[in-house]
């Protein structure tokens, strides 16, 4: 998301007692007073600060008490543990700035508390690719476990240095792919190649993984903004062939977020505002190539954090929808709050999705846990 209102978004949203308090919890490590606890004995100190509840909206910390730090991010699965990777955000820039250090991971065993695992891709390590060293923007990291090759793929947004990015220097988008052996790498770099059929390449995407094995690529295409997917490779690194425009899919539609619950897919999303949030977008198919049916914005409710309701998402923008094993029809919606002056500082809000007739609803709740969904 790039557009010039992003700036006077964020300002206002500072200015918010919720957001100074955010802003301090950043940079003491107040755990007590912005996140729910488990009892313990006196003087077990990680046990006393393990998280019980998620906080959607609030201050969420790691293991060391540390704000978390993996922003347009997505979670995996693998062995019975959760992983989730984001883009690592540096300290002091601004999003006008060059602000990603690369790509970080946690690792989790309740979704609730997270060890980090460290940058598992860096644009400043010894040696690193110029594409990487030079890149402008690395963002929206996902990564996948690929049965075939038997190997962890990171797919991110990668702009070029600003000075080859055309007249805006987001004029056109690559998609970096990089390989693991394990999922907290490290990451080696395979490549780039530019999504969507278009010579610019494509900007905010998702990665979906089918029932069948088959990996898709879907993206806004660059620059007319219609929403496209192309099926990757058999290796899962380079695009298999041309892009397909998703018919159905709102022009403009950014932030896609994709899941499959039976033989329906569904397409979490948000509309282009630059960093500013808007209404959440959410669409519905028997396939993944569509033809999608609109079914407008399922989010209910308000963010007592920042009084922002359904018409901005919360305050938020979608990002990645999870799946939580073990239990039954289990899904949970997450979500970035963007922070442009003060990226580091961007939040999160995870919250569960519920189905009406089918119909997924995601209604805002101050805080809870997985025990709202049923075990299998």
Same mark, same amino acid.
């Given at each position: ?38 009892a313990?004995g006196?003087?077990?100190e990680?046990?006393?600060?393990r998280?019980?509840?998620f906080?959607p ?11 978390l730090?993996?922003h ?14 984001g883009?690592?955000k ?14 970080r991971?946690?690792?989790?065993d309740?979704?609730?508390n997270?060890?980090?695992a ?21 963002d929206?990291?996902?990564v996948i476990?690929?049965?075939a090759t038997r ?5 991110? /947004?990668? %702009?070029?240095?600003? #000075? ?5 220097g987001?004029?056109? $988008?690559?998609?970096g =792919? !990089? ?22 390449g ?7 993984s089918d ?13 007319d903004?219609?929403q496209?997917?192309g ?6 690194l ?8 998703l ?13 499959r619950?039976?033989n /329906?897919? %569904?397409?979490?999303? #948000?509309?282009?505002?630059g960093?500013?949030?808007?209404? $959440?977008?959410?669409? =519905? !198919? ?9 079914l ?21 923008q ?13 899904w ?14 961007s939040?999160?809000?995870?919250l ?6 089918d ?6 709740r ?10 299998e």
């Amino acid at each position: 998301m790039h557009s010039p209102m992003r700036f006077s978004f964020a300002l206002r949203l500072s200015s918010l007692p919720w957001r100074r308090t955010w802003a301090a919890a950043v940079r003491t490590g107040a755990l007590a007073a912005v996140l729910v606890f488990g009892a313990a004995g006196v003087g077990a100190e990680t046990a006393a600060r393990r998280n019980v509840q998620f906080q959607p909206g609030q201050p969420w910390l790691d293991a060391q008490g540390t704000h978390l730090n993996a922003h347009g991010f997505c979670l995996l699965d693998f062995g019975g543990r959760h992983y989730w990777y984001g883009a690592h955000k540096i300290p002091g820039k601004t999003e006008s700035e060059k602000n990603e250090a690369g790509v970080r991971c946690y690792v989790s065993d309740d979704l609730l508390n997270w060890q980090d695992a460290g940058l598992v891709l860096s644009v400043f390590a010894p040696g690193a690719h110029p594409d990487l060293a030079d890149a402008s923007i690395l963002d929206r990291p996902k990564v996948i476990f690929h049965a075939a090759t038997r190997k962890f793929i990171l797919y991110f /947004k990668l %702009y070029p240095p600003k #000075s080859q990015g055309g007249k805006t220097g987001t004029d056109y $988008a690559y998609v970096g =792919v !990089a390989t693991a052996t394990q999922p907290t790498g490290p990451f080696h770099y395979e490549g780039r190649f530019l999504g969507g059929n278009s010579p610019f390449g494509t900007g905010d995407f998702a990665i979906f993984s089918d029932s069948d094995g088959a990996v898709y690529h879907i993206a806004v295409r660059k620059p007319d903004k219609a929403q496209v997917c192309g099926r990757m490779s058999e290796d899962g690194l380079r695009p298999a062939g041309d892009s397909v425009e998703l018919a159905g899919i709102t022009r403009a539609t950014e932030g896609p977020a994709l899941f499959r619950r039976g033989n /329906k897919v %569904y397409f979490l999303a #948000s509309g282009s505002s630059g960093w500013a949030p808007n209404a $959440a977008r959410l669409f =519905v !198919a028997d396939q993944v190539t569509g033809p999608y049916r609109d079914l407008g914005n399922p989010c209910r409710g308000v963010n007592p954090h920042n009084q922002l309701g359904p018409e901005k998402t919360f305050g938020g923008q979608s990002t990645f929808v999870y799946p939580v094993a073990g239990r039954r029809d289990a899904w949970i919606a997450m979500f970035d709050i963007n922070v442009p002056q003060n990226p580091v500082t961007s939040g999160y809000i995870w919250l569960p999705i519920e189905f009406e007739d089918d119909q997924p609803v995601i209604r805002w709740r101050d805080a809870w846990d997985v025990s709202v969904f049923p075990r299998e």
